[in-house]
DNA sequence: AATGAATGAGTGTTCATTCAT
DNA sequence: GATGAATGAACACTCATTCAT
């Protein structure tokens, strides 16, 4: 009679326990003893379902992404307009409504840290923000296209609020009472609205 | 016949050490040996100067703030105008030039994430972020008065210029040949200019 | 219905398993884990068979002896003379023809230092020794009779082969390309014939 | 006022206590604990003098093949003729007169065990046995030559006799009663002698 | 018989901090 | 001021053994 493998559950339970550790604790305090306790499990274990502790935070890596993917696609849902997918991953990204989650947002930056010291982390890490820039770049171009425009210029400005958004969840991390609330998603988007007029001006022959 | 105090001299060794070490392995790895040997200094030495690791933290976040304060005056230098003096600080920030100092940029994007963990470094953290805000708010203003126009949104400007060069430097020490080439100095720009034209078209009575 | 008990099968497949290991990487990186791999079965199917690691390994030292054991006989076979049966012996022990086990020589060689630590395997590699001596004793022995000549120093004798023969596993376990090419099986002859002429001499009355 | 260096003393005695606790528990048992315990030190100083547990082992090794050069130099002493220099060789490796240490046997039998396992013991454990191959070769070559007789089958003895005393010590720490009192030193320096005697016989045209 | 998850004590190693010199 | 040894509490990871299924 033999027992029915758990892993795929396990190994849930322990990458949401480091996520909610690292966000309070940062990753190098994030013992697996922390991440045991959170998740209720013997310390030994993690290192059944998991053969390092960088293992977990690569798997971390990947559910943020995939997270980040479907709060988009949820957001976005009915939008048909490229204009209205836009604001919904604007929305998505940097919006305080509901499931604004500041654990994943302080986790997401515990993450950028240790991608600047861990080559795997870096390289995981990597691939999801080239994965958004292209997505973002889509979006914007879509934008443009829709009105005629040339899209040369999707790519910086995809790159330039891809970067807003990753110090605005620095900065709402790292600071209290210090940023003008709520900043983010609207200035991101009058940005993006301010740009892709004047493309359009620019461009318009 | 007491020796010549060389205190504020070694305390700047061994802040400039952490700088280095810190960059390449961020401030966990960052041991008080590896500082000591960075610094050519006997690992003893450092809690004579310092009472605790922590407390080297604390003064490389003014060493950087002071750093970036005095390259930015030095590149305004002769600047008149206000939109000369926003670029000086975009330059001074972001630019690629003399100076462009991708040590200092490392150890900021660490020093960001210990902010998220410790409380003493949040706070100092905290403020020169304050202070940073004020500055770019300040620059916004004159930039807007100077055409007369109202300065009302300048401190969301600022705050989102902000994020932007926060995650600027988030970006380019975690990843390699993903972001397009020079584009933050540039988009922060072209965001900065847009928004201004954009406040004094809408504040146009 | 009970199924068919397939213990002694499944033994033997472990102490094999451990054979393998231990030649490889020794007693203490001889896992649980390791060894199930080995052998193709679940960790915890081990402690079913067998009560403790130690046991295997005491199971092992016995299969060892016995493998010894058969395979001396084998080569002895139709060996007449004692001085045919002595090198029967010596071939089997040391020779590189066929059968000649690197690995369980190795396997030898860890339980060796084993025996130093526990007691209870030092029981049972001690009883084989002892077996081993009494074996070897008797072939010299009977060499010695043949020319009537005097057994008392066979014993002797015996040891200081026995212990040639544990110094040369330890030696090529250990060593590459130090020790001079089949040095061992030729000078244990050698001696060991050397041995009985002089005896056959000196006892000469 | 800098403090003296004395890493050196310390080296040493870090090594001597792995060697008394490695000759009764063995390598694997012999935890940086242990070893801290019967050196009287605290667990993290072994860690500043050695930068790993290997590295102990490893001067451990080259200690102990030091301390044989020493004492068969000493034992050598006034010894002139080729013979009376062999014969001390003996007393020297297998003696069991003053100065024997059954410890030093014990702990050179656990080396050689990992020696079997770990590349880096390996090395110097090599190196070790291939010097004491040279020195017995040239002992036994001088007793040849000093007779005029060919030298060629030197090396063949000398291992033969090199292969005898390892598994000596090995019979002598995992045994007891089993194998017959001060067989070692008497039955090599007989082989030794039938050895040299035959070659004589042989070689004598 | 068999499975594979679970446990928890133990390992080598790291490290901020202290302190005698 | 300066040195480098010393301390001891962590840490990630290992592993024999147990146990529910």
């Known amino acids: 009679m033999?027992?029915?493998?758990?892993?795929?559950?396990?190994?849930?339970?322990?990458?949401?326990?480091?996520?909610s550790v690292m966000a309070k604790h940062g990753y190098e305090k994030a013992t697996i003893q922390a991440i045991a306790k959170e998740a209720g499990l013997a310390p030994g274990l993690l290192h059944y379902h998991f053969s390092s502790k960088q293992e977990i935070l690569v798997s971390l890596v990947t559910a943020l992404a995939d997270y980040g993917q479907r709060r988009f696609?949820?957001?976005?849902?009915?939008?048909?307009?490229?204009?209205?997918?836009?604001?919904?991953?604007?929305?998505?990204?940097?919006?305080l409504g509901d499931?604004?989650?500041?654990?994943?947002?302080?986790?997401?930056v515990m993450i950028g840290a240790e991608a600047v010291r861990q080559a795997e982390v870096r390289e995981?890490?990597?691939?999801?923000?080239?994965?958004?820039?292209?997505?973002?770049?889509?979006?914007l171009a879509n934008c443009l296209?829709?009105?005629?425009?040339?899209?040369?210029g999707a790519r910086e400005l995809a790159a330039a609020l891809l970067?807003?958004?990753?110090?605005?969840?620095?900065?709402?991390?790292a600071t209290n009472g210090v940023m003008?609330?709520?900043?983010?998603?609207?200035?991101?988007?009058?940005?993006?609205?301010?740009?892709l007029d004047a493309t359009a001006l620019e461009s318009g022959a």
């Open 2 to 19: 033999p027992r029915k493998p758990n892993t795929e559950a396990r190994r849930g339970e322990i990458v949401r326990a480091l996520q």
């Open 73 to 95: 696609e949820q957001i976005a849902g009915t939008a048909q307009s490229p204009m209205e997918r836009l604001t919904a991953y604007m929305e998505a990204r940097l919006g």
């Open 99 to 108: 499931g604004a989650a500041p654990e994943v947002v302080a986790a997401w």
């Open 124 to 139: 995981v890490y990597q691939r999801t923000i080239a994965t958004e820039l292209e997505l973002l770049s889509a979006l």
């Open 145 to 152: 296209s829709e009105h005629k425009r040339a899209t040369t």
């Open 163 to 173: 970067a807003m958004m990753e110090g605005a969840y620095q900065l709402a991390s």
């Open 180 to 195: 003008p609330a709520g900043y983010a998603a609207q200035s991101a988007l009058r940005f993006a609205k301010l740009s």
